[in-house]
């Protein structure tokens, strides 16, 4: 008889371990994908442009200039992405939440506190240091409401 004897199992366990460990040790290390909390839009003067699409034949569009310095952005990077009150109407209290920016694109939602109830709004777009457009649907009263904003840099804020 033999001093020693190797059976199935411990035969198994003895190749099995080092063979886990050297797949992991030669496993290649990847990093998650980064996404970044807000996307980055250069300071300067600013021509924003929003469409709103109530229904049929029922667009609203407006333009309007804007300046955005650096601490402005550091503070608030969404403000241009953000749409304007409609002309004669009061601005109405919104945060943005789960902002997503993978690369050149971005996703985020808005909430609105409205006269009826809570307004939600999906934004999606792609943006780049000079200019971006997003594009926002919300269901609100029964209606579907679809947001276009869109910027791009003219130059430096003028003094």
Known sequence: MF????????????????TILCLIAAAPVVPPPTTKTAPHLMAGQWQLSQSMNLGPDADQIQTRKACYSEASLQTDAMAPFKPAPPQGREAVACQ????????????????????????????????????????????????????????????????
Do not use: H, Y
């Not at 001093?3 to 080092?18: C, M």
């Not at 694109?105 to 997003?134: H, K």
């Open 96 to 159: 943005t939440q789960n902002v997503i920016v993978e690369g050149t694109w971005v996703r985020f939602e808005t909430r609105c506190a409205m006269p009826f109830g809570t307004m939600v709004t999906s934004w999606q777009g792609n943006f780049d240091d000079e200019d971006f457009m997003v594009v926002g649907r919300a269901q609100f009263l029964r209606r579907i409401i679809e947001t276009k904003v869109s910027g791009r840099r003219l130059g430096a804020c003028p003094d």
């Open 3 to 18: 001093p020693f004897s190797v059976t199935k199992r411990r035969l198994t366990a003895t190749l099995v371990v080092p």
